[in-house]
């Protein structure tokens, strides 16, 4: 979590939820950004997502998956280049 389009958290702040897709990837950076910050030197961080299926009823009637994991890793390593080490996916 938190997920986009799938979990309302019924919180104003929440992220994802009502967010178009380049919202929720903006807001994960933030957050990335801030691990980043907050992170020891010589730790890691471990980041969980999976690709999005958007639902033909939501999405003009198109069947879709929407590669997030690509996405995250493509502006993690654009925006964190110096902080991150890219392990790749398991």
Known sequence: PP?????????KDQIGYND???DYIRKLN???KEC????HSGCKICINIGDQFLRAIKNK???QIVPLH????N???TNFRDDVVYLGSI
Request: aromatic share 18%.
């Open 20 to 22: 178009s897709l380049n």
């Open 3 to 11: 997920y986009w389009k799938i979990k309302d958290y019924d919180n």
């Open 61 to 63: 009637r198109v069947y």
């Open 70 to 73: 690509s996405l995250l890793v």
């Open 36 to 39: 980043i910050r907050v992170l």
């Open 30 to 32: 933030q957050v990335w």
């Open 75 to 77: 502006n993690i390593l």
